[in-house]
């Protein structure tokens, strides 16, 4: 196994600190300081008052400047994708890719936003009655490096419209994307106060949901940053949005077509280097197919070049960091030790940074941790089950709940398939994925709540009730 001398020193720097390191190398590139207590304070205390004159603007107004904040994203790009791929290692086409979607959740919510949150009416005996959407004041959105744009994009354009005003604590490892995004902000002129990036460290977090201004509380990312921000929420009795980790089960049925299968397959398992929430890890075929499934997988899988993913020929970059390499290296390790065993790959690829090979583990039981555990980087866990209700079982038999794919050319029994799995989204015929105008969440340890589409501007609107009686109304 190939590890750069000087790859531990720096995991610690890293831990310690805010910082750019290139992950294709391992190279530091820049270091940031963290906002001291005080500064947090004052970055609090904007927002709160930039909430009092944001609450009172139109929604044209408010789309308006959403709109600006998405043609600013387009403009700039190659640049932006290019921080994205610097920081986090994401191949740089989809980083273009990422960019092109963030831009389109703003531009949706500037468009439609204003009719999602326009009165709902009800109809009661006597007199009126309506909903009116207001905002709730200071939401903190907490967001994790996989898609540093579009994980932002999702949570700050939809509550923006609702007229909350966001701090936003990004990742640590994504500290340039952070600052580039309240860049776009300031270039669209939205009032001081309304965006703000807080340079902080993921442990100091918590610690200000309890700040009586903050009124809601948003995180994508793993259990127990979740669970850790979402406490501090409930024991304040502040609203939280959990977005949290996922195992989404890839379901192969016999009548699946298999060529198109595998293709998908390997852009549901690899995409952004095998670091989605909704990426495809636990690939079950039904015993008729699984032997040309797995044939035809592994061979693609095996293909792929692994390079730098600033080459637009690349097609499997690093992962994020080296904290995240050596944390999979570490379950493929205990996987193996406890029975499973690897198809293909499973090491770190001989060369700088952060580079793990495709991988495929089968043999799994549940003993094994790559049975619950999330494996987040390019490796596939295979499992044969002999029918399709087994194929269900296994898929259900999971601690996430995030989505899922089944794939067969009979769409009616993919739907009655669906219907029975466990979670938040199950795609047909396609690995889950996501856009603007589809609602995004899981179930079970994957969280709560939703984000994008008409029921992600709900999330943090206060649903309020005007009803009109005549004064000789009953009561
Ligand atoms: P993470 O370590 O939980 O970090 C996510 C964010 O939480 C970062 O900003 C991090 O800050 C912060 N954080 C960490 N510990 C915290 C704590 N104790 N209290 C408050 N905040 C804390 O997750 P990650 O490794 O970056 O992201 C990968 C995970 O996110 C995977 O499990 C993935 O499946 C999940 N994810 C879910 C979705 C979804 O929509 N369901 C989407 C994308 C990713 P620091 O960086 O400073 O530690």
Redesign the pocket.
């Known amino acids: 196994m190939f590890i750069c001398n000087c790859n531990l020193i720096k995991l610690k720097i890293k831990s310690m600190s805010i910082q750019t390191v290139n992950p294709s190398t391992n190279n530091l590139v820049k270091s940031f300081q963290e906002m001291s207590i005080r500064e947090v304070d004052a970055a609090i205390s904007k927002s709160t008052s930039a909430f009092q004159n944001w609450r009172k603007t139109t929604y044209k107004e408010r789309a308006d400047l959403l709109h600006k904040v998405a043609s600013l994203m387009r403009e700039q790009k190659k640049s932006l994708a290019k921080l994205i791929t610097l920081e986090m290692g994401k191949i740089i086409s989809q980083a273009e890719g990422e960019i092109d979607l963030s831009a389109d959740i703003f531009d949706y919510y500037a468009k439609n936003g204003a009719e999602f949150l326009a009165d709902k009416t009800f109809s009661p005996e006597f007199g009126e009655a309506f909903v009116r959407y207001t905002p709730m004041g200071v939401l903190l959105g ?6 540093p744009f579009y ?1 932002v994009a999702r949570f700050v354009a939809p509550n923006i419209m609702v007229g909350n005003t966001i701090l936003l ?5 994504v500290p340039q994307c952070a600052i580039a995004i309240e860049d776009l902000f300031k270039k669209a002129n939205a009032p001081a106060g309304l965006y703000t990036n807080l340079l902080l ?3 100091r ?2 610690s200000i949901v309890s700040d009586e201004r903050i009124k809601g509380v948003s ?4 259990e ?2 979740g669970a ?2 979402a406490s501090e929420a409930g024991k304040y009795l502040k609203k939280s949005v959990l ?4 195992s989404d089960a890839f379901i192969i049925l016999e009548d699946a077509d298999i060529d198109k299968t595998v293709e998908w397959a390997v852009v549901g398992r690899m995409n952004n280097n095998g670091q989605c ?1 909704v990426a495809s890890k636990r690939f079950i075929a039904v015993e008729a197919i699984a032997d040309e499934f797995l044939t035809k997988f592994r061979d693609k899988l095996s293909r792929l070049k692994v390079g730098d993913p600033m080459d637009p020929t690349t097609e499997l970059g690093p992962l994020s960091s080296e904290e995240a390499i050596l944390h999979l290296l570490d379950q493929i390790r205990r996987s193996v030790d406890a029975g499973a065993k690897v198809l293909l790959g499973g090491k770190r690829v001989n060369r700088p940074g952060a580079f793990m090979e495709p991988t495929i583990l089968t043999g799994i039981t549940r003993k094994i941790p790559a049975y619950y555990e ?1 494996l ?1 980087g390019p490796v596939a866990s295979f499992y044969r089950v002999k029918d399709e209700q087994a194929a269900i079982d296994l898929a259900n038999d999971s601690p996430y709940g ?1 989505g899922g794919s089944v794939f067969t050319q009979d769409i009616e029994r993919g739907k009655r398939v669906a219907n029975q799995i466990d979670t938040g989204m199950v795609y047909i015929n396609h690995p889950t994925w996501t856009q603007a105008d589809l609602p ?1 969440g ?1 179930s079970k340890g ?2 709560y709540g939703q984000e994008l589409s008409e029921l992600g501007i709900d999330e943090f609107a206060i649903k309020k009730l005007i009803r009109v009686s005549g004064l000789s109304d009953p009561f």
Do not use: D, M, R, Y
């Open positions: 907490v967001e994790p490096w996989n898609f994980q604590k990004h990742a640590s490892i460290s993921g442990k977090t918590s995180l994508t990312g793993s127990v940053a850790s921000v977005e949290l980790g996922g929430c999330e987040f995030l995004f899981g994957s969280g």
